[in-house]
């Protein structure tokens, strides 16, 4: 198995490996979320790990977060915006190798820390990044609310 930066020829095999990542996510959302990662060139990267017989088997999406980011010392920090790996590979040293690969990357920027996220709900992601080395700093529910024009008697218009 090889990690390497993706290439165009492995978008298919990336979105194939998105969408079980994030089955909730529209297959428009992720080809829109494809290109910005691919036009985000120098601020982001995908890293891909190929099977010794071809095919890909898992992926790590960065990109150079500018903002605050819960629990980085500072800023700009690299985050691991999606970390994945097939079923039939995991618990071999796939993931840990893309990791590895993430912070070769992200160190060769001068970053200092490597960030990431997973649902609350994603016991697996969790023990996965800890097991990894990552410490936990928060945890948090995100909220949002649509807004628009209200009418005089305050339904929305």
């Known amino acids: 198995m090889t990690i390497r930066p993706s290439l165009a020829q492995d978008r298919p095999e990336w979105f194939r490996m998105r969408r079980a990542l994030w089955p909730d996510c529209s297959p428009e959302r992720h080809l829109l979320e494809i290109e910005q990662l691919i036009a985000g060139e120098g601020r982001n990267v995908v890293l891909v790990a190929v099977r010794d017989g071809g095919g890909l088997c898992g992926f790590a999406e960065l990109s150079i977060r500018r903002d605050h980011v819960d629990g980085a010392s500072a800023v700009p920090v690299a985050y691991l915006e999606g970390w994945y790996v097939d079923a039939d590979v995991r618990r071999h040293g796939v993931g840990r190798r893309l990791l ?25 992601s969790i023990e996965a990044h800890v097991s990894c080395g990552f410490t936990e700093t928060c945890r948090a ?8 024009l209200h009418r005089d008697d305050g339904a929305m218009a």
């Open 141 to 148: 529910v995100h909220f949002i609310k649509p807004i628009g």
């Open 100 to 124: 590895q690969a993430a912070e070769k990357w992200a160190a060769d920027r001068g970053l200092k820390e490597l960030a990431s996220d997973a649902e609350l709900n994603n016991q697996g």
